[in-house]
């Protein structure tokens, strides 16, 4: 199995192919622009220093200022980095968003750090990252990272430049300059994502299943449920529940906030997990990890529509299978646009000073998702080919037009 960079690449040449984009600029966006690797001297609690191993990758900035998540596990690699920024870079030139691909890392695992370590070391990440700023380089959260450690990196690097900059780094706690509806973006996105193909191939109010029932997962949930739509089974990492009459999803978010599982819900009935993605439904929606869907399972799989919350849930090889079987996909990169697309209104919020309603934040994210997944269809269908390589080619020709303008091919 390819590796999740060779993934990556294998669809931006695809992509690429098909659209007859340019063998230079190919080639210029097959590799990151920069990318980093270095370390990290973290003094810990019992007087000893360790040192921990990070990543930067800036994938292109034709765009605009490179954007996007740091992770910290501790199986981190530098083809997951690489990967991500170029998945950024196609997520904001799908969602019409005026910024290039970063993403960034640390080898750790953060619960096996007090505090105090993991304070230091996400304070260190940011001193030793550079380039960096609100115009060059913005730092957001991603796996092991949340709002708490946006607001130390903020603070370390404004107490580098000597200035409030809070459109250096982005989901950052609302009281330092934060947006409303940063949580909820990227469940509503892909809820969004989800209704629209959804009504445009009758399964309005539906059956839906959820793998994954975390941040993504049950906003998704919650949002889909309040449509109408019925959720019939989700699962996380500890097993499935399941209720053909649909789950109650306010009342499982209570559970899992009181338990920190799905398992255990009085509303509905233990379900095997590993079988959860071949559940009879209309819509299957995987939010948890990356490459569940595989040569392995496609056959299956018995939704009529996938909407890929996580990134690269379906392994190319699955991809066909799927497609051969008439399922509609949509692709990663736009249904879970809706966190990009929210960091993009937080780093306008903090460069204006002005700080949105969570009405008017749902509200634009519809209208941009909406557009973002109109423009991928149909540049899927100009080309003849499936949604996931609409929104590359879209992708990249704003990106090959942005390069061309500055003559940098
Ligand atoms: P999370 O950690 O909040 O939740 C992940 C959920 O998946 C949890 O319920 C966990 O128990 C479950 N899970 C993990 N491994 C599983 C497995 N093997 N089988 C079934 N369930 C499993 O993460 P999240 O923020 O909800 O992100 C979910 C996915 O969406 C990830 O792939 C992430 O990269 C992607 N994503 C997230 C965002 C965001 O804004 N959070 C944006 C874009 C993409």
Known sequence: MKNVWEEAQYNLQKAADTMGLAPEITERLLTPMRFTEFTIPVRMDDGSKKMFTAYRSWHQNATGPTKDGTRVRPGLTPEEIKALSLFMSIKHAVAGIPAGGGKGGIKADPSKLSEGEYERLIRGFMRRLAPKGAFVDVPGADIGTDTRAMAWMLDEYEQMAGFHSPAAVNDKPFGLGG???????????????????????????????????????????????????????????????????????????????????????????????????????????????????????????????????????????????????????????????????????????????????????????????????????????????????????????????????????
């Open 179 to 409: 947006s409303r509806g940063g949580f909820e973006a990227t469940g509503w996105g892909v809820a969004a994502c989800a209704d629209r193909a959804a009504g445009q191939m009758g399964l309005t109010k539906s059956r839906v299943v959820i793998q994954g029932f975390g941040q993504v997962g049950s906003i998704t949930a919650q949002s889909l449920f309040e449509s109408g739509y019925k959720i019939i089974a989700v699962s996380d990492v500890y097993g499935a529940v399941a209720n053909a009459a649909g789950l109650d999803i306010p009342a499982l978010m209570k559970h899992v906030e009181s338990t920190g599982k799905v398992v255990g819900f009085s509303g509905g009935q233990a379900a095997e997990a590993a079988a959860l993605l071949e559940t009879d439904c209309d819509i299957l929606i995987p939010a948890a990890v990356q490459d569940v869907i595989t040569e392995a399972n496609a056959d299956k799989i018995k939704a009529k529509l996938i909407v890929e919350a996580a990134n690269a849930p379906t392994t190319p090889g699955a991809d066909e299978i799927l497609l051969k079987k008439g399922k509609f996909i949509v692709p990663d990169v736009v249904a879970n646009c809706g966190g990009a697309v929210v960091c993009d209104f937080e780093r306008t919020q903090g460069l204006s000073n002005d700080y949105w309603s969570l009405e008017k934040v749902r509200e634009k994210l519809q209208e941009r998702i909406v557009a973002a997944f109109d423009e991928a269809k149909a540049k899927g269908e100009e080309c003849g080919v499936p949604m996931r390589q609409g929104a590359w080619i879209n992708a990249l020709s704003k990106i090959r037009d942005a390069i061309n303008w500055r003559g940098w091919c």
